[in-house]
Structures are given as C-alpha cells and as structure tokens.
C-alpha cells in the first residue's frame, strides 16, 4: 500500500535535487523512501566506466524495488540474488537466467533445485555440504568458493559470517570437481562501504595467494568475484565512483591473469545516492532539565528501514527545516516501544536546537538497504513506503 500524498508548499530551504525537490512538493503520511530513478541509471554507467572489462552484479539485497530492476535489466546489468525471491524477481523482469548468480552461500536444497530448474548455473559456496547440495541438485554448475579474507577500512565489515579458509577452499574445489561441478573460482567481500579503495589491497593479495595455490594443485580457474564494497557518500569524502571503480580495478589487474571473467557486487555503490527518506520529528524531549542532550523521536527507526545504524555504523545525513540555525547534541531514537530503537547516541547528532514535532525531516544517501530492512509490522508500523520518480 502505498504512502497518501499531498502536494504542499515546503516552508524551508533544502537540497538542490531532484529527490528534494519532490519531497519538498509533497507531504507524506508516513516514512517514504523516494527513489530517483535516473540517478540509479547515472550511477550504474559511473561504476561501469570504471570497472572496464568487469560486469556488474547488482546486489539485489540492497533495494529490490521493481523500478530499479526494470531499468537494470534495460541496461544490460547483471544480478547478484541472495533467494528464490530474489531468483524469481529478476526473472519476472526479463532478466536471463544466465545474467544471474545465487550468490547466498547458505541455500535451501529446493531453492538450489527451483535456480537449476529456472537455469540458473552459477552458485556460491564455503562448505562441504553447501557444495554437495549443489552437485545434488544443480549438477553440473559452475561453483565459486568465497573466502574467508583479514579486510579493514569497512565501516560495515563482513569478514566472520561467510567464506572459507585457503586450505579449506583447495578441499571444496577438489569436492565440487569429484561430484561434477565445475570450480570456475574465488570470491570474496572487503566489507560494505570501504571508502578508501586503497584498503582492497591486503585482501587482493590474500585471494591472489590462493588463486595461485589452486592453480598450482591443478585447478582451471577464470572466474574472480571481486564482491561489493563500493561506497556512498554520508558525509565523508569518497572518490568519484568511476575513479574508485579504476582503482580496484588497476590493482585485480595486476594480480590476476588477463582473460579471466571477473564480477563485481555493487549494492550500497549503485542505489544508496539515488534515494532520501522523508519522515517527520514525532516528540523532542529531555530526561531532565538539566540534560545536555535532547532526545529527538523520528516516525522512522532500526525496525522501519534504518537498521544499518546498529552500532552506528552508517551515519546518515539529516535535512531540517531550521538548518543554518544553532545546533546542539541530539540523541537520535526511532518510533517503537522497544529500548534497542535508538540510532545515535554513543556519538549524538547535531541538530537545530529549534527543532519541534511535526518537523519534516529529510534522510540523505538512502537508497540501500532501507526499505530491504524494513520490518512488515512492528509496533503495528508499516514497512518503508517507497516511490520512484
């Protein structure tokens, strides 16, 4: 269902674009992700001008709204899924089976059917029985290992969850072969929003130590997945994503063979720039007269599209109707009746010390993983709306 929307005459300065502007036009009566679609397509030619002979993957996870989809499929993009549900969105786009890899390394046995049965023939592993159940169920398809890699440099790290050891992944590349897989490969993630593309260097070294080691034991290897990684702006500086696209592109060159196939996961890279949430101030309050800190409630919070500030690790930009007026430290909670719904507090935002309930607020740079995370009801709250111009 979507938001009820308004046309109203915005009272405040803001941002000058075009996401702005139309939050600026309209009110809304719940939080609203809009998302600019051009931006989605600019951004998408910006990485691939940089990325060269690499293809992209979209990482589907990141906003699977059906627009952005629509227009990814339009421009040639290939896909990164982590589900069925991910498999079976692309598809219902026009997305071929063969533009798609189930890059999830932990599957379901019947989703590894149903890709198989939908064609799909790329999939990743980093476990014994994560290849077998592949070999049961897709025989035949080209398996990548994702290694366990040391990165730094993240603000979102992602080094515990998934991937392997190099003695481990030797192991599961000979498995896959046995059972009548093709191991085409390695992949890897340095972490969500490395900003500085000089930090892949470690880790490329890392994966060029195995990919040499699986070489030497026999292996024909032609398939490296760089992963994601590409960042967005929040506030601090970041290269041109053409720029950082060449960099980590200049040095996988000098560590790989010519020739190879290469992929690259933009998620965050590729949509979080194309999109701002408009929400509103709910309650501003302090536990005591002599706080230092105010405490501002937003209509948005971890369960309704901003989990990625667990731990403070995003931190997002805020647009206020009194910006450019005196500031003070805002301890930053979202909606909910749950104590955990609190986004800034270990590091408060300053905000207008003139802010008030009803304020309208804009979020920057939200494209990604917003309205993925929202949660369907809790509280009885709506999930993320969304809206494409």
């Known amino acids: ?65 059906d627009a952005i989809i ?60 994560e290849i077998a159940k592949i070999a049961e169920h897709a025989p035949g398809a080209e398996v990548y ?5 040391e990165a730094s440099g993240a603000d979102w790290p992602l080094t515990r969850k998934f991937g392997t050891t190099r ?33 892949w260097a ?19 290897l032609d398939l490296l997945n ?35 196939r290469i992929m690259a996961e933009p998620g965050r890279g590729l949509v979080a720039e194309a999109g701002m949430i408009a929400a509103e101030v709910l309650l501003v309050a302090k536990k005591s007269e002599d706080d230092l800190h105010r405490w501002v409630y937003l209509d948005i919070g971890k369960f309704s599209g901003l989990a990625e500030t667990i731990d403070e690790a995003i931190r997002y930009q805020f647009v206020t109707p009194h910006d450019g007026e005196a500031t003070g430290p805002c301890i930053l909670a979202g909606p909910s009746c749950d104590s955990a719904d609190v986004l800034y507090e270990k590091r408060p935002v300053s905000l207008p010390v003139s802010l008030k309930s009803g304020d309208k607020v804009m979020i920057r740079n939200c494209g990604a993983y917003t309205s993925s995370y929202s949660s369907v009801g809790f509280n009885g709250f709506p999930p993320l709306d969304v809206v494409v111009i």
């Not at 890059?103 to 799909?120: C, L, Q, S, Y």
């Not at 980590?248 to 010519?258: K, L, S």
């Open 1 to 65: 269902m979507n938001a009820t929307i308004a046309d109203f005459s915005a009272s405040f300065p803001i941002a000058s674009s075009r996401i702005a502007d139309f939050i600026a036009a309209h009110e809304f009566d719940r939080p609203t992700l809009v998302i600019d679609i051009d931006s989605v397509e600019a951004q998408f030619h910006a990485l691939n001008a940089g990325l060269g002979d690499a293809t992209i993957h979209y990482a589907v996870k990141a906003n699977p709204a």
């Open 70 to 129: 629509d227009r990814l499929v339009d421009l040639g993009s290939h896909f990164d899924a982590a589900s069925r549900g991910e498999i079976e969105l692309c598809l219902s786009h026009g997305a071929h089976p063969e533009a798609i890899s189930f890059g999830n390394t932990v599957k379901r046995a019947a989703d590894i059917a149903f890709a198989h049965r939908a064609g799909i023939t790329l999939y990743a592993a980093d476990a014994a029985e």
């Open 145 to 149: 290992i994702r290694l366990l890699v």
């Open 167 to 199: 003695d481990t992944a030797l192991l599961l590349m000979a498995q896959a072969r046995d059972l009548g897989l093709r191991p085409a490969g390695l992949s890897f993630h340095v972490g969500s929003q490395t900003r500085d593309p000089a930090m």
């Open 202 to 220: 470690d880790t490329l070294d890392q994966v060029a130590a195995v990919w040499q080691a699986a070489v030497d034991a026999g292996f024909d």
């Open 226 to 260: 760089i992963g994601g990684g590409f960042p967005a702006f929040y506030g601090d500086a970041i290269p041109h994503p053409t720029v950082y696209a060449a960099r980590v592109m200049e040095q996988v060159t000098a560590r790989f063979p010519t020739g190879i």
